[in-house]
């Protein structure tokens, strides 16, 4: 079964069902039918708490305006610099990486900068390990670098750092009354610390959404800004994700990808005990797309509490894999091993390079095969002999398939996937919009760092710590 509209974005679920695992680890007709209520009660809640303005990530499809004035100054500053680097990290930091993977040519920085476009170089420093951010700036002339500093708060541990060391080698190199012209922050539009940098030291700014957290902001100029400055055709990524929320607007699961994939997985994870989801595309420029996933599945749905205030520990746990990579390293557990996976290929239909193999060793035929057929017959042949291989061992499987790789693809493909998130947070029933497991991991770095006003929790942290006892070998 397939759910599709005008040879868009295709979503195949036949391999879900039990015709094609069993009913003991698919679904029957009866059961699908027998949830569709379910499944319209959780989207009527997502389109409620958007009509009451609760959701403003629906919303961002149609942001065309704030789209054009970042493309503007991304044409403005693009002649001016030679390499772009993002200061981030999760949410402020995968959507970058993961349009660059999927849009740019697969060695964009290596490139001239006329097959560039006179585009600068993307870097995204999404983590504070001194030895990564040391040999990037060992590689980079801060005079022709421009740096986006992207935390709504202001606050964030490892992104602030990243900043300040930043900060003080464009101050060494270039002088300190130039300092703001290296610097762009995405933060807050009137609250935090970035804000109160921005305002007093004149840096060019641009404002992430009130209500829009990190994991739903790749289409916000979190994640536009760095595809402007790349050359990535932002308003095409938008005009995809909003022929994609239109399709997402039913309540009827046979009419809307989303709500059908978060019924799928919902009920997978429920009924059949399939904690582990994993997604495998088969294509190299969709890498990062299940790596952006991971975290919008896994930091929305994986909550202690219910909306009703019960202790429930839901969630489905989110694997990235890479075909046909991971064919030689992770199928073998996943044909043979425990049955408590579901899995999601993507898959493309047209790549931009087919790629001939040349005829050659004739006499051989374990190769002579391969002579005239392409790489592009070949990759789909693997991902489409995975999915019959997990199949045939009862693995439930889907597909999401592009008719290719590009702006108006992708932008379906991450609107599908932030509402089937939503969707699936409603099935939970729990908050997909929050992260209190993460603040925890914050206010102990805070407090570990010695920030002001943690002194209670660093003092807490010693006391648990000599509780344990170490023991080491």
Not at 7 to 24: C, H, I, P
Not at 70 to 95: H, M, Q, R, T
Not at 260 to 287: D, F, G, N, W
Request: with cysteine; charged share 20%; hydrophobic share 45%.
């Amino acid at each position: 079964m397939t759910i599709k509209a005008g040879g868009e974005l295709v979503y195949d679920y036949t391999r879900m069902l039990s015709g094609a695992v069993s009913s003991k680890h698919g679904f029957t007709n009866a059961e699908l039918k027998w949830f569709d209520k379910t499944a319209a009660a959780g989207a009527s809640r997502v389109f409620n708490d958007h009509t009451d303005g609760n959701l403003p990530f629906m919303d961002l499809p149609a942001k065309i305006g704030e789209a054009r004035k970042i493309l503007a100054y991304a044409d403005a500053k693009a002649p001016l610099f030679e390499n772009f680097v993002v200061l981030g990290i999760g949410g402020s930091a995968l959507g970058a990486i993961m349009l660059q993977t999927a849009l740019r040519p697969a060695f964009y920085n290596l490139l001239p900068n006329s097959k560039r476009g006179n585009r600068p170089r993307l870097f995204v420093e999404d983590n504070v390990d001194p030895d990564r951010i040391a040999d990037l700036l060992d590689v980079l002339d801060a005079r022709k670098t421009l740096f986006c500093v992207v935390t709504k708060s202001g606050g964030t541990a490892e992104t602030m750092s990243a900043f300040l060391v930043a900060r003080d080698l464009v101050a060494r190199r270039v002088g300190a009354k130039k300092v703001r012209e290296h610097f762009v922050a995405i933060t807050d539009a009137a609250k935090g610390n970035l804000r109160k940098i921005a305002d007093a030291e004149s840096l060019d700014d641009f404002i992430v959404p009130d209500g829009v957290g990190g994991r739903f902001s790749v289409l916000t100029p979190v994640g536009l800004l760095p595809a402007a400055m790349a050359g990535i055709d932002i308003l095409a990524l938008l005009r995809g994700a909003a022929r994609m929320k239109k399709r997402c607007l039913s309540a009827t699961m046979t009419q809307n990808p989303a709500l059908m994939a978060a019924a799928l997985q919902y009920m997978a994870c429920t009924y059949k005990e399939k904690t582990i989801q994993v997604m495998m595309p088969y294509s190299h420029s969709l890498r990062d797309v299940a790596d952006w996933y991971r975290q919008l599945w896994a930091e929305s749905l994986g909550k202690k509490m219910d909306l009703d205030g019960n202790t429930v520990h839901a969630g489905q746990t989110p694997i990235k894999a890479l075909g046909a990579t991971d064919q030689h390293s992770q199928v073998q557990l996943y044909n043979e091993g425990p049955n408590d996976k579901t899995f999601t290929f993507l898959r493309v239909n047209a790549f931009h390079n087919t790629l001939r193999i040349p005829p050659a060793y004739k006499n051989i035929d374990a190769l002579a095969y391969l002579g005239n057929r392409t790489m592009e017959e070949l990759i789909n042949a693997e991902c489409l002999a995975t999915e019959m291989a997990v199949t045939l061992n009862q693995r439930p499987n889907s597909c999401v398939i592009l008719p290719q790789v590009n702006e108006d693809s992708l932008g379906q493909l991450l609107f599908m996937f932030e509402m089937q998130t939503a969707f699936a947070g409603a099935l939970f029933n729990v908050n997909a919009f929050d992260q209190p497991g993460v603040e925890q991991g914050k206010i102990a770095t805070y407090a570990l760092m010695g920030r002001p006003g943690f002194e209670k929790e660093a003092e807490y942290i010693a006391r648990f710590n000599k509780r344990l006892k170490a023991r080491t070998v």
